[in-house]
């Protein structure tokens, strides 16, 4: 069965300093991967999405991740944070075949230090 | 503006009661899904709808029921049977049938539900 493991689930950083969160996945197929974003008592909001091409992606609010085939891989990153970056971050993969459902990592929450 | 609407926002439930869950999307898309969010868990598939009037269980259906008789609603019945249903439920939907791989899923802002 696939799995998408979010290593951390509390990350904290500095404020203008990197952001890196991780997620790896297991599926012996590529999956189609995303990240979303949550804040406090709110819905999930795509941050940005890979399903072919170039394995550098680009997303809102400055976060991108690269998907690295040969680490299964998918880890996002922002070069300088902001305090208005704090939220809960989930990581999720869609099967390339079968019935298409994703499959979502446990989360992981960035707090932004002043 | 589109999008999904859950209502309420917080709901309180007293032990042996059915209560469901609303929501609606005006963004004529045609999967709609239901999660169900438990702290350090991440989010888990209950039910899920592909076209009106069809559904599947998704992953933790049990103590839960849908309906799909329009496209724009799909509201979730929390019932009696569910042991545990103190959670977060978010509604979500994509944009076709088949609900393929590459369709980004939109959420709604989620319903707490709180069992007294």
């Known amino acids: 069965a696939q799995s998408v493991t979010q290593l951390g689930s509390h990350v904290s950083v500095s404020e203008g300093a990197l952001v890196l969160l991780r997620c790896n996945y297991s599926?012996?197929?590529?999956?189609?991967l995303f990240w979303y974003v949550q804040y406090p008592n709110q819905g999930l909001q795509l941050l940005l999405k890979?399903?072919?091409?170039?394995?550098l992606v680009k997303g809102i609010n400055g976060f991108e991740a690269e998907f690295k085939k040969s680490e299964t891989s998918f880890h996002l990153t922002k070069p300088s944070a902001h305090m208005s970056d704090a939220a809960e971050y989930f990581c999720?993969?869609?099967?390339?075949?079968?019935?298409?459902?994703?499959?979502f990592g446990t989360g992981t929450r960035l707090k932004v230090l002043a | 503006d589109g999008g999904i609407t859950q209502s309420p926002k917080y709901l309180f439930r007293k032990e042996g009661q059915n209560v469901t869950l609303s929501c609606e999307q005006n963004?004529?898309?045609?999967?709609m899904y239901w999660y169900r969010q438990d702290p350090g868990q991440g989010l888990r598939l209950i039910y899920y709808?592909?076209?009106?009037?069809?559904?599947q269980k998704g992953d933790i259906a049990e103590g839960y029921s849908v309906s799909r008789e329009k496209k724009e609603s799909f509201p979730l019945t929390v019932t009696s049977a569910q042991k545990n249903p103190t959670a977060f439920y978010l509604c979500?939907?994509?944009?076709?049938?088949?609900?393929?791989?590459?369709?980004?899923?939109?959420f709604g802002p989620g319903t707490r539900l709180t069992v007294l």
């Open positions: 979500a939907s994509s944009i076709t049938p088949s609900g393929r791989a590459t369709d980004t899923q939109y």
């Open positions: 599926s012996s197929v590529p999956p189609y």
């Open positions: 890979y399903t072919t091409g170039a394995t």
């Open positions: 999720a993969v869609n099967p390339t075949s079968g019935t298409y459902k994703y499959i």
């Open positions: 963004l004529n898309h045609d999967a």
């Open positions: 709808s592909q076209i009106v009037n069809d559904f």
